[in-house]
């Protein structure tokens, strides 16, 4: 620490020449474009709806994220905002009835741009074991969203890990699917085949096979 005040004070005063300079502005200074800082800035700023669905509020952001076990305050996300017009990401904790979607997409509506919305659990992402009319079969059906997180409830883990990838979609550097990853493209329930919305020739191979299995 005293090497670095010394060299700080030699900077100062013109002293540093040469190599010398050059090794202190390496060492000290840090390049990048605006658009990351201010990606870096926002992904480590981000202000929660304070908002409750069902009883996924209990594992995510409103209530355990936040306590001292897992401490969302490490990345700058426990100042919940009760006002969406303060907000900049909403979690959707919960099941998303049909009465309660208006209501939802006008928080998200009057929440701050740019903003983020991220669906937690089963019932939000998908319906859950709520596959009837009274329901929204996924929240995506009503708004945005960039993040799912499945469970039933997920994990306050689970919750941070997903945060976790949004602050990295904030930064402009999201996590590629897993299929692009590993180049897993053609794996999906039915082979691709195409615009077509019936299975392709190999997908009804494959299924003839597995049943002729079966039956032997």
């Known amino acids: 620490m005293r090497e670095r005040q010394l060299r700080a004070r030699d900077m100062l005063r013109g002293d540093l020449e040469g190599e010398e300079l050059e090794r202190y502005v390496e060492e000290g200074v840090l390049m990048t474009s605006f658009e990351k800082m201010l990606g870096w800035a926002r992904s480590n700023s981000i202000f929660p709806l304070t908002f409750g669905l069902a009883c996924c509020a209990i594992e995510g952001i409103p209530m355990s994220a936040v306590t001292a076990r897992y401490d969302i305050a490490r990345f700058g996300a426990e100042a919940g905002r009760a006002s969406p017009r303060q907000a900049d990401l909403i979690v959707l904790s919960g099941r998303v009835s049909i009465k309660m979607a208006p209501i939802v997409r006008r928080l998200y509506d009057q929440m701050l741009e740019p903003k983020w919305a991220m669906s937690m659990g089963a019932c939000s992402s998908s319906g859950g074991m709520f596959a009837n009319y009274a329901v929204v079969q996924g929240a995506d059906k009503i708004m945005p969203i960039d993040v799912h997180v499945p469970g039933c409830p997920p994990r306050p883990e689970a919750v941070l890990y997903g945060f976790n990838?949004?602050?990295?979609?904030?930064?402009?550097?999201?996590?590629?699917?897993?299929?692009?990853?590993?180049?897993?493209?053609?794996?999906?329930?039915?082979?691709?085949?195409?615009?077509?919305?019936?299975?392709?020739?190999?997908?009804?191979?494959?299924?003839?096979?597995?049943?002729?299995?079966?039956?032997?």
């Not at 077509?196 to 191979?205: D, F, G, H, L, V």
């Open 165 to 216: 990838k949004l602050q990295r979609k904030i930064q402009g550097n999201p996590d590629q699917g897993w299929r692009t990853r590993y180049n897993a493209q053609g794996t999906e329930e039915w082979a691709r085949g195409g615009p077509r919305s019936e299975p392709s020739s190999e997908a009804t191979e494959a299924y003839e096979l597995a049943r002729e299995l079966i039956r032997a």
